[in-house]
């Protein structure tokens, strides 16, 4: 299959066009900003619409609107502005909306600065806005995977009828990588006779709405969302396993620092230290089991990210304390190299 | 004897949650009546805001989307921009659309996105029980402006049709009431020439209907109805504040 | 000739109808109560109907049909 050199950010906009998106609305911001640029040039040649919005607050609810309206729709944005984007978020959850949500991730809190990081992994799996919902959280670690994970993301929001998160970390938006454009599964997908398309004055009206001011339809709604959400917890949960068996020492890490862990477990292994890792490339749902199944030379999990330890928590809660969980992050757009981790893994082995 | 008047098609069976004497009800049905005698209720899409108008989309016989709090013109927009062909509003109050979704609405206006706007100003919150509106008179009294709303401490009430005759983007702009039948089949001329400048093509219309709140106004329906004209009408004057070109 | 119709359990008894007509004659029905808790509205004399349809246009909750 031909390959082609691309930018993180344009292969974002490639992959989601050729999934068949065609409406973009986002407002700009670092480092994302070659998503809504590559969208501006590209979608109208597809016959698609792309709006500059007046602020990431606008353009979540023009996805709120398109998506109810039953189109293939995305955003893109960056820390801060996701978290513009959260009260929106959780009522295109609640309304079972489908639809691409792509951060970029920079360091924060605050204003924060324009460099990598992962410190929205909270923001991503907890959710910044209010209420029992969940986003479908794809974490790729490489350009391929984004152009893959993109485009599946529109199949799986369409068919779990579920706001779909990409979080990628500024390293993954800015590095260029090859990508290939390959056939990705087609999944059969649910007729989107909810939409809300005009009646045609041949249905009954259809209605996207969150607001259920009876306490038992507001419970119903989300018994039939926690369902839901288990149901994907069982059929989409993804990771990857590497070189586990006869580890002492398990890293876990996703995204671009899983590639840098990758190396660290090179390193080791010429050493003699056998290391293994376990990158969840789906963070919600969080591949719990995977973390259940350790082999017993394991002495300690060791978290990496870029963060000042978040996914750390979900790790912790999957190894129900049968083996001590340690984390060690760089933050602010600081990223971990090798020659750290490899450090920080021979600390805890006593090496 | 032949039926001159009869509730419209466009409206739905479920009675409204509104208070005794409310005129957000004569305002739904101008807008069921202009969609139905327009003949577009079958593509006719709106949008509910969050205020006492939240549950618009259950009085409504077309399909509807209930919006963020003001942000009901960016969704309307989501939906104009996929379905340029379906007819797109919104129905937002005082609150909803001249104080938190300033932004959007202005914006809606400055892209002049082809939708219609029916701005409900009553000049207070009712939802959430009397609280003081970007749109409270001098003067007077609220559950956050207990001894009438003082300009020098909160500004003077925002007056929004004329200052979205001042943008670019909008093709029809027009203050009505509902305080009196004349007042009412003006409205309805206004609602109407709003969707038709819609279906044209000719880009954003907003009109803005005065409107009363009996409960949180403190007084009865119909006084609430003589208030209006007497208070509102003075700061807020009816008419046209902007008409792009005559839509036939 | 003209008549008004009320839809009696609509109504929320707000008066507005009654301040609308030109000839005075819809009137709160005191003797009554509807499903709603309300006097509601109702004609005393429906022979002096013009079938003007103020009381329609008026009514917040589409309770009055008008014949004429």
Redesign the interface.
């Known amino acids: 299959m031909e390959k082609v050199l691309m930018k993180g950010n344009e292969a974002i906009g490639a992959a989601a066009i050729k999934a068949g998106c065609r ?1 973009f ?1 986002g407002y700009p911001i670092t480092p994302q900003n070659e998503v809504p640029e590559y969208m501006a040039k590209e979608l109208p040649k597809h016959g698609g ?1 792309f ?1 500059q ?3 990431e ?3 979540i ?11 293939r ?1 995305m955003t893109s944005s960056s820390s801060p502005g996701l978290a513009l984007k959260q ?2 978020l959780t ?1 295109i959850a609640a309304c079972e909306l489908p639809c691409l949500v792509v951060n970029v991730v920079r360091g924060g809190p605050g204003l924060g600065g324009i460099q990598p990081a992962q410190s929205d992994y909270y923001q991503a799996t907890r959710g910044g806005g209010n209420g029992d919902y969940k986003l479908i959280v794809l974490a790729p670690a490489s350009l391929q995977e984004l152009t893959d994970m993109v485009q599946e993301a529109f199949d799986l929001a369409d068919y779990y009828r579920n706001p779909v998160m990409v979080l990628a970390d500024g390293m993954i938006g800015q590095m260029m990588e090859p990508v290939a454009f390959g056939e990705i599964p087609q999944w059969t997908l649910p007729e989107k006779n909810w939409a ?7 249905r009954a ?7 259920f001011l009876a306490p038992e339809e507001l419970e119903a709604l989300n018994i039939r969302l926690q369902a839901k959400y288990q149901t994907i917890k069982a059929n989409e949960t993804r990771c990857e396993i590497y070189q586990l068996e006869d580890a002492e020492i398990v890293f876990t890490a996703y995204g671009t620092t899983a590639r840098i862990v990758k190396n660290a477990i090179k390193i080791l292994k010429a050493e003699g230290i056998k290391a293994g890792l376990i990158r969840p490339m789906t963070l919600w749902p969080f591949p719990e089991a995977a973390y259940q199944a350790l082999p017993k030379t394991v002495k300690c999990i060791l978290s990496v990210e870029m963060s000042c330890g978040q996914m750390v928590d979900d790790v912790r809660l999957a190894v129900e304390s049968k083996v001590p969980v340690a984390f060690y992050g760089r933050s602010g757009g600081m990223i971990p190299t090798v020659d750290d981790i490899v450090a920080e893994a021979k600390q805890l082995l006593g090496r | ?8 098609k466009g ?2 069976n479920v ?2 949650h ?9 305002i739904h ?1 101008l807008v069921a009546e202009v969609l139905e005698e327009m003949d577009v ?5 709106g ?1 509910s805001p969050v205020g006492c108008s ?2 618009a ?2 009085y ?9 709090h003001g ?1 009901a013109p ?10 340029p062909d ?2 797109v509003f919104t129905y937002q109050g005082d609150g909803d659309l001249a104080s938190i979704g300033t ?2 609405i ?2 809606a206006a ?1 892209r002049s996105e082809n939708i219609t706007t029916i701005f409900v100003n009553n000049a207070i919150y009712g939802m959430t029980g009397g609280q003081m509106a970007p749109t409270t008179l001098p003067g007077q009294k609220s559950t956050t402006s207990p001894l009438g709303r003082d300009p020098k401490h909160a500004g003077m009430p925002l007056k929004i049709s004329e200052m979205f005759a001042t943008i670019p983007g909008t093709a029809y702009v027009e203050r009505v009431s ?1 305080h ?2 004349v007042s ?2 003006n409205a309805k001329k206004a609602i109407r020439k709003a969707f038709e400048y819609q279906v044209a093509g000719k880009g954003f219309a907003m009109v803005e209907v005065l409107s009363t709140c ?1 409960t949180n106004w403190g007084l ?3 006084d609430s ?1 003589t208030w209006l004209k007497d208070n509102m009408i003075p700061y807020y004057p009816l008419g046209n504040y902007k008409t792009l070109e005559e839509v036939k | ?3 008004v119709t009320f839809n009696e359990d ?1 109504c ?5 109808c009654s ?2 007509c030109p000839v005075s004659i819809i009137k709160m029905d005191k003797t009554k109560i509807n499903a709603k808790g ?1 006097h509601p509205a109702a004609v005393e004399d429906m022979a002096k109907c013009l ?4 009381c ?7 309770v ?5």
């Open positions: 409406y609305f619409v709006l919005a007046e602020s607050v606008a353009a609810n023009m996805v709120y609107g398109a998506a109810g309206a039953g189109a729709v009260e929106g009522y809300t398309t005009g009646t045609d004055g041949d009206p259809n209605v996207i709405n969150s607001l | 004897m032949a039926i001159v008047f009869e509730k419209t409206l739905s009675e409204t509104y208070c005794p004497g409310c005129t957000h009800g004569i049905r209720l079958p593509k006719a899409i949008v939240v549950l989309f259950k409504f016989n077309i399909d509807f989307q209930e919006a963020t942000r960016a969704v309307a927009t989501g939906i104009k921009r996929v379905h379906k007819v932004a959007e202005v914006h400055h509902v009196d039948p009412i089949r009996p009865s329906p119909v109805l | 000739m003209a008549k609509l929320k008894g707000c008066e507005l301040t609308a309300y079938g003007c349809a103020n329609a246009m008026i009514c917040p909750d589409v009055i049909t008008v014949e004429r």
